[in-house]
């Protein structure tokens, strides 16, 4: 059974860097064909792809978001870490971790994690 | 980035109601396009992958069809557990994209 979990700060302050961790279980980040991505979701609006890591540690970005963002796995701990600095009150949002379906080319999401909801405020 | 536009934005149907949801893509994406449908408080449930294959556990009251640009997902009889509001999501590019939603809510 696969599960996905968000976990960080419910408040960042306008400039600050947000950390914000992905714990999973019932994959492994070291098969071939698997991705975890981030997606967010501001209060009441769609959806926004934010980055996606796959087993090979191949990284893609959102083009508009590029230079704000990093993720990064850690395999023994089955976790992705995603970091966006320079954190703006448009950034308030719900930021979700999801498992991309397993294979070639399936760049969407079969699981999803409960939502993380991050408040930027000073 | 590949702009995708959802049809209508608002639904007001009643249980037993078919439903046709549109999503329109700015630039081909062949049939790679995924349905999601996402009730209150939760993340997204995949529906329907690669234009109309059933994700494994979806009711088969649920149907993706199109290619190209422009595609549909069909309920065909709506149930208390379908108000909810629906997403779809182009894979054909590296940068992935959703549309903007549609609401299905009670008449």
């Known amino acids: 059974q696969i599960t996905l979990k968000e976990s960080g700060p419910t408040l960042v302050k306008p400039t600050q860097t947000l950390t914000l961790t992905c714990t999973f279980s019932?994959?492994?980040?070291?098969?071939?064909?698997?991705?975890v991505g981030w997606i967010r979701q501001p209060p009441g609006k769609s959806l926004e792809w934010l980055a996606l890591i796959y087993w090979d540690d191949d990284k893609r970005y959102s083009p508009s978001l590029k230079s704000r963002l990093t993720i990064t796995k850690d395999t023994s701990k089955n976790q992705v870490v995603l970091t966006m600095t320079n954190m703006d009150p448009v950034d308030t949002a719900t930021y979700y971790c999801?498992?991309?379906?397993?294979?070639?080319?399936?760049?969407?999401?079969?699981?999803w994690g409960q939502g993380t909801l991050v408040f930027v405020s000073s | 980035d590949i702009q995708m536009t959802q049809s209508p934005s608002t639904l007001s149907v009643s249980v037993g109601d078919r439903v046709t949801i549109t999503c329109r893509a700015s630039?081909?994406?062949?049939?790679?396009l995924a349905w999601y449908r996402q009730k209150p408080g939760k993340g997204p449930n995949l529906l329907i992958y690669k234009a109309s294959t059933l994700e494994s556990g979806v009711p088969s009251r649920f149907s993706g069809s199109g290619s190209g640009t422009e595609f549909t997902l069909t309920i065909s009889s709506l149930q208390p557990d379908d108000f909810a509001t629906y997403y779809c999501q182009q894979y054909n590019s590296y940068s992935l994209t959703f549309g903007g939603g549609t609401k299905v809510e009670i008449k």
């Open positions: 999801a498992h991309k379906m397993t294979g070639s080319g399936r760049r969407f999401f079969d699981y």
């Open positions: 019932g994959f492994s980040l070291t098969t071939s064909g698997v991705g």
């Open positions: 630039e081909s994406i062949g049939i790679w």
